[in-house]
């Protein structure tokens, strides 16, 4: 049974416990009367039969009619009832507890209910934040504190003053300061957000209450802002303490302004619940609101003004620096070998959230174990991360000589056409290992965290992805499916040149809608167009693509004993490292043989 139905039910027993109460009343009670009237009526032979339960009598009179009155010494009386010959019976006096029992019906009525929706709602998950228990037991403990959340230099001072407001409410409001109520985190996924939350109340030593925003939408109109109602009475009287609402734009988006949908209803009336408990604090009460979202562009206005989620702190994915530190703090969780350079590990994930380094730091330790090693060192972390972004390795599934020497030509190309072009990014990493979907890869990382591309990155950036496709043109002279991810992602790449970059000449720099999506994503503001535009976009991406393959052709064609080196050490070595690729780049350069030495290390001979 739902919990609306159990409520409904409940409402009904009270409703019928209440009703039925007063009809029996109504239907076995006479009317009252006075002693006084009763003597006279037992004076004047009026009376039939009494039915005695200790004082009380029920009387029914000569013309049938039933009254009900009180005799206040029985014995003293009886005497007289004889003497008129009225039938008299009798009951033991339990009417104390029968009286009881009845002013107790109605009560029973609703406890008898309330313990059938209880046990109803035992039956539920015990997640409170299905809304199906009646407490939303904060955590009491958190032992998470700042340490463990890095990179977050710039949020930090901003939430020191908030766990210090918590502990010490008192030096706020005398000092006439405004305590925070309502603090925004608003960032990409896995960027720490949750844990910076747990961080302020592990500091704070104050419980920490968390649910998340489409825990109260899920349920039943109206139940979704009782909850919250509910939330916070219970927060209140354990302030201070803090409540975390992830996810906030589940209840806290735009609200409609009365759209067709109607199926709003609930969400809207959860945040308008919302809103009127955060602007129902007296100062004294410090329970402090963190909200967590990735699309603050979604929230209704009314939750960012002032006394409510009037600070906003943004976490970004985090830069080189903050993945070396968040790299610190999980790598300490685990045995590393000594002398582990983290800096260049955190050097070759950019775009990593802090949520991926963990899952890393995770994934390099049991690559470790795999391979029995008593200790996690850069190999593991090379292969964790592969593993991530590819699949694991297939080392034993067979592929045949001929896709391996295309393969092992097709990464050559990619690699190749990287290390000839200016403005690219240096190859960490050839390999030939089938991995995930994958036959090959060819790693590039940028040497720093790049906020910007050059016109002349980003056609690089095509080009390479051409070269694949072309130096298996150039050396087998005909193509295969294996470049067809390649050839998406140039195809992508020219688009955004054209119509978002603004960068192609015959457009210029005007911004065509072209799909969007990602963080701070959703309503794109950039100009529709006519046909007409659109054909001459679509000239203008294929142009750009030509222009790429040509040129591309052309170098690799030029340079295609490189090709041929750097393919044969990829045939025998599997995976070329970028030392190892600089190495074959200067063979290449000075005409010399590829030397191996015996671990298969490359050497320039
Ligand atoms: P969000 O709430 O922003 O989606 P979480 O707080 O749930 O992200 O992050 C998930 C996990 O990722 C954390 O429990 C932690 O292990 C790791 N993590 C994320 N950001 C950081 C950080 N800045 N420092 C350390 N660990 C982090
Ligand atoms: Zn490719």
Known sequence: MSQIQTGLLVLLLTFLGVVGYNVYLSEITPEERSYTEFITFVENDEIKSIHLKGGDA??????????????PDVSSILPLFKEKGIEITAEANNENFSGFMKSMLPILL???????????RQGGKPDFGKGKGKSFSPQKKIDVSFNDVAGISEARLELTEIVDSLKNPEKFSTLGGYIPKGVLLQGPPGTGKTLLAKAIAGEALVPFYSI??????????????????????????????????????AIGGKRSGGNASGSNDEREQTLNALLVEMDGFDSDETVIIIAATNRPD???????????????????????????KILEVHAKKIVMARGTD???????????????IANLVNEAALMAARHNKTAVDVSDFEDAKDK????????????????????????????????????????????????????GLTQQVPLDDRHTYSREYIINRIKILMGGRIAEEIV??????????????????????????????????IAYSQEQDGFLG???????????????????????????????????????????????????????????????????LNDKKIEWNLKKKIKEG
Request: charged share 25%; aromatic share 8%.
């Open 58 to 71: 029920n009387v029914e009179d000569k013309k049938g009619l039933n009254f009900h009155t009180y005799i």
């Open 476 to 509: 087998f002279g005909h193509q295969t499916t294996g470049a067809s991810n390649d050839i998406v992602t140039a195809t992508d790449i020219a688009g955004r040149f054209v119509c978002e970059f603004g960068m192609s000449a015959a457009i210029g720099p």
């Open 388 to 439: 991530i972004s590819l699949g694991l390795e297939r080392k034993n599934v067979v592929i045949n000589e001929k896709d391996r020497r295309v393969t092992a030509y097709h990464e050559a190309g990619h690699a190749i056409t990287a290390k000839l072009l200016p403005e690219t990014d240096p190859v960490h990493k050839i390999s030939i290992i089938p991995r995930g979907q994958a036959l």
């Open 212 to 249: 998340g925003g489409s825990d109260f939408v899920e349920m039943f109109v109206g139940v979704g802002a009782s909850r919250v109602r509910e939330l916070f009475t219970e927060a209140k009287q354990n302030a201070p303490c803090i409540i975390f609402i992830d996810e906030i734009d």
């Open 298 to 324: 979604m929230l209704d206005p009314a939750l960012l003004r002032p006394g409510r989620f009037d600070r906003q702190v943004t976490i970004a994915l985090p830069d080189v620096k903050g993945r070396r």
């Open 342 to 356: 983290l800096s260049d590990i955190a050097r070759s994930i950019p775009g990593f959230s802090g949520a991926d």
């Open 522 to 588: 959703g309503t794109s503001s950039s100009k529709p167009y006519s046909e007409k535009t659109a054909e001459r976009i679509d000239n203008e991406i294929k142009d750009l693509i030509d222009q790429c393959y040509n040129e591309t052709h052309t170098l690799l064609t030029a340079n295609n004993k490189f090709l041929h080196k750097l393919a044969e050490a990829l045939l025998v070595n599997e995976t070329v490292d970028g030392e190892e690729f600089e190495i074959v780049h200067q063979c290449f």
């Open 110 to 120: 609703i406890l008898g209910g309330y313990l059938i929706f209880s046990r109803n």
